[in-house]
């Protein structure tokens, strides 16, 4: 069988090249692996278990290990999926890759995390501008196994269904928190910041620069102003929020953010690498390196 992956398609419009996204769900085609496909995986596994010591939560570490994720070959869904169900009622389901938003919400709604199904090729070890199933897997599914994170994602699903009905202003508002906590986030653990992002733990290079550079900032995390700071995809962030626990997040999200959207709306949006003097500033970013403020 050909593994070729089948990759997401990019379309030029006026905002430059987008993902054409597909609602493909397909059962995960774990035969058609090819040896290299399960070395990739077992590099970046080997190589992130060990930068991730003393970096990631752990929580996060804990939980990877729970999950009997290996090195050994590329996990199957259906091995994880009995152990995730058990644990918070998550099931994994395989995807072609970016889903329409809608979509993606409902099936964060019902407790389905879709896990692109591909992996990347050997010469895109340290960057990809997609997720694979490396980000998705390793990365998104460990922390679904935590109680109370697996109920603030299955919570986002739902605010994302009603934030859509809202209009385009809130959903830009909803995918910064989503961008800020689930991609990008940082814990205070005890004995110091620790990453649980996903897009943090599936790169070697942001995992030691979001904790050990002196160029981002470092925030504590708040909902209206983590929710009006615009972000970059294509670099390291500016600025990391850090929230004290998982229970402060599901807190702090908990009400119902349809007046929130509204009094954002007659607010400015903030740049990616501003600190506000309402802030809780762990670290104040010394700049190096940034490019030009852009970004939504
Ligand atoms: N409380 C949010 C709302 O009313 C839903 C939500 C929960 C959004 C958790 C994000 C994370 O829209
Ligand atoms: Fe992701």
Same mark, same amino acid.
């Given at each position: 069988?050909?593994?070729? #992956?089948?990759?997401?398609?990019?379309?030029?419009?006026?905002?430059?090249?987008?993902?054409?996204?597909?609602?493909?769900?397909?059962?995960?085609?774990?035969?058609?692996?090819?040896?290299?496909?399960?070395?990739?995986?077992?590099?970046?596994?080997?190589?992130?278990?060990?930068?991730?010591?003393?970096?990631?939560?752990?929580?996060?570490?804990? $939980?990877?290990?729970?999950?009997?994720?290996?090195?050994?070959?590329?996990?199957?869904?259906?091995?994880?999926?009995?152990?995730?169900?058990?644990?918070?009622?998550?099931?994994?389901?395989?995807?072609?890759?970016?889903? #329409?938003?809608?979509?993606?919400?409902?099936?964060?709604?019902?407790?389905?995390?879709?896990?692109?199904?591909?992996?990347?090729?050997?010469?895109?070890?340290?960057?990809?501008?997609?997720?694979?199933?490396?980000?998705?897997?390793?990365?998104?599914?460990?922390?679904?196994?935590?109680?109370?994170?697996?109920?603030?994602?299955?919570?986002?699903?739902?605010?994302?269904?009603?934030?859509?009905?809202?209009?385009?202003?809130?959903?830009?508002?909803?995918?910064?928190?989503?961008?800020?906590?689930?991609?990008?986030?940082?814990?205070?653990?005890?004995?110091?910041?620790?990453?649980?992002?996903?897009?943090?733990?599936?790169?070697?290079?942001? $995992?030691?620069?979001?904790?050990?550079?002196?160029?981002?900032?470092?925030?504590?995390?708040?909902?209206?102003?983590?929710?009006?700071?615009?972000?970059?995809?294509?670099?390291?962030?500016?600025?990391?929020?850090?929230?004290?626990?998982?229970?402060?997040?599901?807190?702090?999200?908990? #009400?119902?953010?349809?007046?929130?959207?509204?009094?954002?709306?007659?607010?400015? $949006?903030?740049?990616?690498?501003?600190?506000?003097?309402?802030?809780?500033?762990?670290?104040?970013?010394?700049?190096?390196?940034?490019?030009?403020?852009?970004?939504?």
């Amino acid at each position: 069988m050909n593994a070729t #992956p089948k990759r997401v398609e990019h379309q030029l419009t006026d905002k430059g090249y987008v993902p054409v996204y597909t609602t493909a769900v397909v059962d995960q085609p774990w035969d058609s692996y090819t040896d290299e496909d399960h070395a990739v995986w077992a590099t970046l596994f080997e190589r992130q278990r060990e930068v991730l010591k003393g970096r990631a939560s752990d929580e996060f570490l804990a $939980s990877q290990e729970a999950m009997g994720m290996t090195p050994g070959h590329i996990p199957k869904f259906s091995d994880l999926n009995p152990i995730l169900r058990e644990a918070t009622g998550w099931e994994l389901i395989g995807v072609e890759g970016l889903l #329409p938003e809608l979509d993606f919400f409902d099936h964060l709604a019902n407790r389905r995390f879709p896990v692109t199904w591909w992996i990347r090729k050997p010469d895109q070890l340290d960057y990809l501008s997609e997720p694979d199933l490396f980000h998705d897997l390793f990365g998104h599914v460990p922390l679904l196994m935590n109680p109370v994170f697996a109920d603030y994602m299955a919570a986002y699903g739902r605010g994302g269904v009603k934030a859509h009905g809202i209009g385009p202003e809130a959903l830009v508002n909803l995918t910064r928190l989503y961008w800020y906590t689930v991609e990008f986030g940082l814990i205070r653990q005890p004995d110091g910041l620790r990453i649980y992002g996903s897009g943090i733990v599936s790169s070697k290079g942001e $995992s030691i620069h979001c904790l050990e550079s002196d160029a981002p900032n470092r925030i504590g995390f708040d909902l209206e102003r983590v929710m009006r700071t615009r972000y970059r995809i294509d670099t390291y962030q500016k600025t990391y929020f850090v929230i004290d626990s998982y229970e402060q997040l599901m807190e702090a999200t908990g #009400p119902d953010f349809a007046p929130i959207y509204e009094k954002l709306a007659q607010l400015e $949006s903030i740049p990616a690498g501003d600190v506000l003097e309402s802030d809780t500033v762990f670290n104040k970013g010394t700049g190096e390196g940034w490019l030009d403020e852009g970004g939504d």
